[in-house]
Every structure is written in C-alpha cells, then in structure tokens.
C-alpha cells in the first residue's frame, strides 16, 4: 500500500458512533426501550441544554433588535440545521460507497452540526469576538500579577489564545468540557460530530489567515481543549485534518446566512427588491421577475418582499444540491486532506458569482449600515465594561496577591463556571491556573445573553450584595 493510500481517511471511521467518554450507564431504564441512533441521542442533549436555549437572545446580524421576524442567533442555527440535514442526505444519495448506516449518518450529523456551530459565539455577534480580541490586544501587556507581566507569565499559546479569541473554539469549549459539572467531557457528544464543528484544526499560534490553506485561516481549539483534538484526531483517523463533513456544514452556513440576511434586510429596508435585479445569472434573474410577477397576480400585500422571499427560497435549495455535486467531485482529495478551499469557491462551485453577489450586496447594505454600526459599537461598550470589571480581579484571585474587592467581583461570577474552574485549576501550576481565570472570564462572558451582558449583570450583583 502506498503512503497516498494510507494517508487516506475513510468513512468508517470518519462515522463511528464513539464517545470520548463511554456512557456508565443505560440511558433507558425498564421495558419501555428502544434503539436510538447516537446522533439522534446527541441532537436531544443539544437541544435540551441551557446553552442552546441561550442562542435566542443572542445576535444574528441586528444587534438589539426586538423586532419578531428578523433571525436571532437560535433561529439562524436551527436554519443551518435544516439546510445541513438536507445537504447531508444529497451528498449520501450521489456517495454510492457509503453503507446504509453511514448514509443515515450523514443528515443526522450534520443536523446536530448546525445546532452547535455558533453555541461559542459571544454576545452580540461576531463583533462580540473581535471586541474580545480587541481587549486582550490592548491590555494583556498592562496586566500584572506579583512583580510579573501576565504575558511573560504565560505561555505564547495561552496569551494567543486570548488576543486571537475565536467562537468556534469556544463552540468546542462549550460543548466539549464547559456543559457538565460532573466531569470535563461536557455533553459528552460523538466524535465525529465534534470534530464536525472544527472548523479550523489548528491552535492559535498556529493559525494563519493568509495561507492557502483553509484550515489554517482561524484556530479551532484552545490550549486547554488540545488533548481533545488529539484524542478526537487519533479516533477518527483524521490526524490534524479537517473532518469530510466540516466543509458541508461550512455550506450551510454560509447558504442559511447569507440568504437569511439578505431576506431580514430586504424586511428592515435595508436592502431593495431593485438591488437583487443585478444578480449575475441569468436563471437567477428570470426565477426573481417571475417570483414578482406570481406576487402581483396574487395581489400580494408586499409583493416585493414576498418575491425576494421566495426566490431565496429556491436559491438555498439550488446552491445546496449543487455543493453537493461540487463535494462528491472532489471527494478524493477531500479524504487525502489535500483539498484546501471552500466548497464554494471560484474554481468548483457553479453558483459562486452569485455568492460573492450576495455577499458584497450584505457588505455594502447591512453591515456597513448606519443602524449597524452605532448598534456594534454599543455592545463593543458592554463587552469592555464586562472585561474591564471582571480581568484584572480574575488575575489575582486565589493568589497571594488577591484583595477583598476581587473576592467580591468572583464572587458574583455564574457558580457553575467557578465550579469547573475549580475542578481544572486543581493541583495546576501557577501560570496554568491564571490561563484558567483568564478562560473562566471568557467563560462566563460568553454564556451571556445580549440583554443579560447589556446591564442584566449589574442587576445580579446588586441582588447578590443586599
């Protein structure tokens, strides 16, 4: 056998139903039993966890906004859900090689994939991550413990980690380790369904945005999660490269937000029925006039709004089933480890011009809004107030050099989080248990719903002080 071959991932592996940690006990007690796929087992611990339920009152792309049809960060994980379930039973039709176990995998996966994929984001969006970054940017040099710099204390992967923070890997974090209290496997999901979620297998000093390589592009792991991404590596034969169906819930992620934000914006007025005429396929364009035509003789209330509507309707479907056939395409290299791109990129994917058309119009239309940008900036204030308050008490705690008021600031920090502190930062020596702190900030942080990180966390500190 060639090193070509060996080197080769294979779905039998890539699919196990293994945990990290074996279940110590039937899930089911007494006669009423019966079989359950351990993805579908792994789809009711997803849902059922407060960190899901946490996703409603967090940010899609309208910071604060109250208004009842434009998607949170719950409604848009449940779309990539839907979509990744769908893209994951076309690509198991087109793989004839699967066994009928792993094509009954492939959906449920995938499914489970999208619920998870944005369960580390912070408050208020990504710019919640790049506030967190921001933060750390500025200030780790200023941090002192003793008669030391916090960054001199810490390793340059443990500093990294911070000032490169990233919700996929805190999405690892989250589910990984942070969700129960009883042991640090957190809700204890299958491994490929972990090593789905990373989407980036590399650490932070590893990571770089300018490689031709995609997976380089961001971290996908902290430090403290490193073992993990060995163990899930070693399990699933993947050996440091990204999990086939990584870039499958990369489609339907970027196919649920794109779309999604496009329609909310057409809703907001941010975005007119006139901008999409220039969509740059001509199919496109036909299905778009003859979705507005069907809306006129419907006699519609907001014909345009519902024509929009209903061609990205079409258009999710059309892009998915073709990243289908563009992923089947190249399945070879994707089971080497040498297909280093998107699905969806210039070179493979049919519908790419009218992705980067989407994208651009959302650039130029949303994000760049004015609305957008006071609203970003207003929750950057909140995540550095949280900052502000929280490190710098966080640094000296259970130190020498620890003080009544940083006493009183932790104590105030969720119990949950100060108990999974504590059962790391056992037996740890001194610069990994600062690294803890820092994480147990970061931690607690981003568990905050935008309206808990706005002002909810004064109110509980000031029950906890009467």
Same mark, same amino acid.
């Given at each position: 056998?060639?090193?070509?071959?060996?080197?080769?991932?294979?779905?039998?592996?890539?699919?196990?139903?293994?945990?990290?940690?074996?279940?110590?006990?039937?899930?089911?007690?007494?006669?009423?039993?019966?079989?359950?796929?351990?993805?579908?087992?792994?789809?009711?611990?997803?849902?059922?966890?407060?960190?899901?339920?946490?996703?409603?009152?967090?940010?899609?792309?309208?910071?604060?906004?109250?208004?009842?049809?434009?998607?949170?960060?719950?409604?848009?994980?449940?779309?990539?859900?839907?979509?990744?379930?769908?893209?994951?039973?076309?690509?198991?039709?087109?793989?004839?090689?699967?066994?009928?176990?792993?094509?009954?995998?492939?959906?449920?996966?995938?499914?489970?994939?999208?619920?998870?994929?944005?369960?580390?984001?912070?408050?208020?969006?990504?710019?919640?991550?790049?506030?967190?970054?921001?933060?750390?940017?500025?200030?780790?040099?200023?941090?002192?413990?003793?008669?030391?710099?916090?960054?001199?204390?810490?390793?340059?992967?443990?500093?990294?980690?911070?000032?490169?923070?990233?919700?996929?890997?805190?999405?690892?974090?989250?589910?990984?380790?942070?969700?129960?209290?009883?042991?640090?496997?957190?809700?204890?999901?299958?491994?490929?369904?972990?090593?789905?979620?990373?989407?980036?297998?590399?650490?932070?000093?590893?990571?770089?945005?300018?490689?031709?390589?995609?997976?380089?592009?961001?971290?996908?792991?902290?430090?403290?999660?490193?073992?993990?991404?060995?163990?899930?590596?070693?399990?699933?034969?993947?050996?440091?490269?990204?999990?086939?169906?990584?870039?499958?819930?990369?489609?339907?992620?970027?196919?649920?937000?794109?779309?999604?934000?496009?329609?909310?914006?057409?809703?907001?007025?941010? =975005?007119?029925?006139?901008? &999409?005429?220039?969509?740059? /396929?001509? +199919?496109?364009? !036909? *299905?778009?006039?003859?979705?507005? %035509?069907?809306?006129?003789?419907?006699?519609?209330?907001?014909?345009?709004?519902?024509?929009?509507?209903?061609?990205?309707?079409?258009?999710?479907?059309?892009?998915?089933?073709?990243?289908?056939?563009?992923?089947?395409?190249? =399945?070879?290299?994707?089971? &080497?480890?040498?297909?280093? /791109?998107? +699905?969806?990129? !210039? *070179?493979?994917?049919?519908?790419? %011009?009218?992705?980067?058309?989407?994208?651009?119009?959302?650039?130029?239309?949303?994000?760049?809004?004015?609305?957008?940008?006071?609203?970003?900036?207003?929750?950057?204030?909140?995540?550095?107030?949280?900052?502000?308050?929280? =490190?710098?008490?966080?640094?000296?705690?259970?130190?020498? /050099?620890?003080?009544?008021?940083? *006493?009183?600031?932790?104590?105030?920090?969720?119990?949950?989080?100060?108990?999974?502190?504590?059962?790391?930062?056992?037996?740890?020596?001194?610069?990994?248990?600062?690294?803890?702190?820092?994480?147990?900030?970061?931690?607690?942080?981003?568990?905050?719903?935008?309206?808990?990180?706005?002002?909810?966390?004064?109110?509980?500190?000031?029950?906890?002080?009467?």
């Amino acid at each position: 056998m060639s090193n070509k071959e060996e080197s080769r991932m294979d779905w039998e592996s890539l699919l196990c139903d293994r945990r990290l940690r074996e279940s110590r006990k039937r899930e089911y007690k007494g006669e009423d039993t019966f079989y359950e796929s351990p993805f579908a087992n792994d789809k009711r611990r997803i849902v059922t966890s407060a960190s899901f339920r946490r996703l409603q009152d967090k940010t899609q792309v309208f910071p604060m906004n109250r208004g009842d049809f434009v998607r949170t960060r719950l409604t848009h994980s449940i779309e990539v859900a839907t979509l990744g379930s769908t893209l994951g039973s076309i690509v198991g039709q087109k793989l004839t090689d699967l066994t009928s176990r792993q094509k009954e995998a492939l959906p449920l996966i995938l499914e489970c994939a999208g619920y998870i994929h944005d369960i580390g984001n912070p408050p208020f969006g990504h710019f919640g991550e790049k506030c967190i970054r921001r933060w750390f940017g500025r200030n780790l040099d200023k941090l002192v413990l003793g008669d030391k710099s916090v960054k001199d204390i810490l390793d340059p992967v443990m500093t990294a980690d911070f000032s490169c923070f990233e919700g996929n890997a805190q999405g690892l974090r989250v589910v990984g380790r942070l969700h129960s209290l009883i042991d640090d496997h957190g809700m204890n999901l299958t491994c490929p369904l972990l090593a789905t979620m990373i989407k980036y297998p590399v650490s932070s000093l590893e990571k770089d945005p300018g490689s031709d390589d995609i997976r380089k592009h961001k971290m996908g792991y902290y430090h403290s999660e490193k073992k993990m991404f060995d163990d899930l590596s070693q399990i699933l034969g993947t050996n440091g490269r990204r999990h086939p169906l990584t870039f499958l819930l990369e489609v339907a992620d970027d196919i649920a937000y794109v779309t999604a934000d496009i329609e909310d914006a057409v809703k907001t007025g941010l =975005i007119l029925y006139h901008d &999409l005429t220039d969509i740059p /396929d001509d +199919i496109c364009r !036909e *299905r778009l006039n003859s979705e507005l %035509e069907k809306a006129a003789a419907n006699e519609m209330p907001d014909k345009e709004i519902n024509a929009v509507q209903n061609f990205l309707g079409w258009l999710r479907i059309a892009m998915l089933h073709e990243a289908g056939r563009t992923f089947c395409t190249n =399945i070879d290299r994707i089971l &080497l480890g040498t297909y280093n /791109d998107e +699905i969806m990129n !210039e *070179r493979d994917y049919g519908y790419y %011009e009218v992705l980067k058309f989407l994208k651009d119009l959302e650039t130029e239309k949303v994000f760049k809004s004015p609305e957008i940008v006071s609203e970003e900036a207003e929750g950057g204030k909140y995540i550095d107030e949280l900052l502000d308050h929280y =490190i710098p008490a966080a640094v000296r705690f259970d130190t020498e /050099d620890e003080t009544e008021e940083d *006493r009183a600031v932790m104590a105030t920090v969720s119990e949950s989080y100060m108990k999974k502190y504590r059962n790391q930062a056992e037996g740890a020596d001194g610069k990994t248990a600062l690294y803890y702190r820092l994480q147990l900030v970061t931690d607690y942080i981003c568990g905050m719903t935008d309206h808990y990180a706005a002002g909810g966390w004064k109110e509980t500190i000031d029950k906890k002080g009467k």
